[in-house]
């Protein structure tokens, strides 16, 4: 290689490393649009329709509200149907995400009125208000992979299920 063309490359190397940076950016920018998305229209809004625009077909839910679902949109969406029965008034507030190129973190708080049957227990009309942390993984500008912790003792505590 000559030496010419060695300082090209070279000099050429800060730029496509910008360039990388700047489509990993936008990725993440796409991946967080996605996210807000899944909880505004998904499980704040009920379109679950939209899980066929948002998740892969071989989506994994890794951590299920109900036994363990058919991979895909189709193994959501009775999930999203029954707690958005239980609670009619369900509504999602991101309060913090973190979005890369492959993955989105976002803290959220569920809000909803416990009206419908929630699995084995009738519902009891109270209001719960608690945090989760959700992790997305992302492949080809769609959800893979899905985990979820939520303060579940505080849930059952609002429910009224265990003493406060």
Same mark, same amino acid.
């Given at each position: 290689? *000559?030496?010419?063309?060695? #300082? /090209?490359?070279?000099?050429?190397?800060?730029?496509?490393?910008?360039?990388? @940076? *700047?489509?990993? $950016?936008?990725?993440?920018?796409?991946?967080?649009? /996605?996210? $807000?998305?899944? !909880?505004?229209?998904?499980? &704040?809004? =009920?379109? %679950? @329709?939209?899980?066929? +625009?948002?998740?892969?077909?071989?989506?994994?839910? +890794?951590?299920? &509200? !109900? =036994?363990?679902?058919?991979?895909?949109?189709?193994?959501?969406?009775?999930?999203?149907?029954?707690?958005?029965?239980?609670?009619?008034?369900? +509504?999602?507030?991101?309060?913090? %995400?973190?979005?890369?190129?492959?993955?989105?973190?976002?803290?959220?708080?569920?809000?909803?009125?416990?009206?419908?049957?929630?699995?084995?227990?009738?519902?009891?009309?109270?209001?719960? @208000?608690?945090?989760?942390?959700?992790?997305?993984? !992302?492949?080809?500008? +769609?959800? #893979?992979?899905?985990?979820?912790?939520?303060?579940?003792?505080?849930?059952?505590?609002?429910?009224?299920?265990?003493?406060?």
């Amino acid at each position: 290689m *000559s030496r010419l063309m060695m #300082v /090209a490359v070279f000099a050429m190397m800060p730029m496509l490393a910008m360039a990388a @940076d *700047s489509d990993g $950016r936008a990725q993440a920018e796409r991946n967080e649009a /996605a996210v $807000r998305e899944y !909880f505004d229209r998904v499980w &704040s809004r =009920g379109e %679950v @329709d939209r899980l066929d +625009h948002l998740l892969a077909p071989g989506y994994v839910n +890794h951590t299920p &509200s !109900f =036994g363990q679902p058919v991979p895909g949109p189709e193994g959501l969406k009775p999930i999203v149907i029954a707690l958005r029965q239980a609670f009619p008034d369900l +509504h999602y507030e991101i309060e913090d %995400v973190i979005a890369t190129p492959d993955h989105v973190v976002a803290r959220v708080r569920m809000k909803g009125t416990h009206l419908g049957a929630l699995g084995d227990l009738p519902p009891t009309g109270r209001a719960v @208000d608690v945090l989760q942390i959700n992790i997305e993984r !992302f492949e080809n500008g +769609h959800v #893979v992979e899905h985990w979820r912790v939520t303060d579940e003792l505080e849930f059952q505590k609002q429910l009224g299920v265990v003493p406060r």
